[in-house]
């Protein structure tokens, strides 16, 4: 049997014998995830150790092969983050790094998320001045300022100054909707799931087709060519990585053996 995880939340699954104290520190590490999305070098060792020690501990009971299908950083770029986001990026590369090398000294089979997009996180990704990127740009500073996308979410004064008095108020009337299933997302994921990522979503669908509204088969045609490979960017540092610790491995061990010392040295405690 293969055990699909998710590294970048630090769960593993299932989750049917988690102990509400193993459920209390994944959602405390999702909320500093989440509450610091762009500033990985602040989280990176504790989330590295408690997801690599959870994940060793889990699979030791089991005995079975290891595989990590959906994981990788969320990148910073200029436009966010300003002239400090390729220092940040390298803080990234390196913990992806140190994270892949456990895999390998594990034999833990991965596969990394994910090929290519618009530029949050693939190994390449549209170019910000192709006709895709400069046609929707305007409405992805309304996503972010409104905490619109469930993934790669930006800090947003005004979203959580409207969404905030709800959770408190839902904690306050029904305390158990913290520990709702999924338990490590907590009342506020599943306020922000619902409210903004599905229903303001949805709501907005329409002001981004309106974005198209004109377009001849030649700007389109245009659109769709700024996802061809020859008109993408390489992501080179996280290639880089990948290219490093893609290789051939011979069989699986069944066992996979608590972090050792110098494991959670490398990657640098809790």
């Not at 170019?127 to 619109?148: E, G, M, V, Y």
């Not at 993934?151 to 905030?164: D, H, I, Y």
Request: one cysteine or more; proline letters at 5%; charged letters at 25%.
């Amino acid at each position: 049997m293969l055990i699909l995880t998710q590294c970048y939340s630090a769960w593993v699954f299932p989750q049917a014998n988690h102990t509400k104290e193993q459920t209390s520190r994944r959602r405390q590490l999702r909320i500093n995830t989440c509450a610091k999305p762009y500033s990985c070098a602040s989280i990176k060792h504790q989330s590295a150790s408690i997801f690599l020690s959870f994940f060793f501990s889990s699979t030791n009971l089991t005995e079975t092969p290891l595989g990590n299908g959906e994981f990788g950083p969320v990148y910073a770029s200029e436009r966010v983050e300003g002239p400090d986001y390729e220092k940040i990026n390298q803080d990234r590369y390196n913990l992806l790094g140190a994270q892949l090398s456990v895999y390998d000294k594990y034999s833990i089979s991965w596969s990394i998320w994910l090929y290519k997009d618009i530029g949050v996180q693939g190994m390449l990704h549209t170019n910000p001045n192709s006709k895709w990127n400069k046609t929707i740009q305007s409405f992805l500073d309304k996503k972010a300022l409104h905490r619109l996308d469930a993934w790669g979410v930006q800090p947003s004064a005004e979203s959580v100054a409207a969404t905030k008095p709800l959770i408190d108020w839902i904690n306050k009337v029904c305390p158990q909707a913290e520990d709702v299933y999924p338990t490590p997302w907590g009342t506020e994921r599943h306020v922000l799931r619902n409210v903004l990522q599905t229903f303001l979503s949805a709501a907005m669908s329409d002001e981004f087709a309106e974005l198209f509204r004109g377009f001849g088969k030649e700007e389109l045609e245009e659109c769709a060519r700024s996802f061809s490979f020859e008109e993408c960017v390489q992501r080179e540092g996280l290639n880089m990585i990948l290219r490093e610790h893609a290789k051939d491995r011979n069989s699986t061990p069944t066992k996979h053996p608590e972090l050792s010392e110098g494991d959670e040295e490398k990657l640098g405690g809790w």
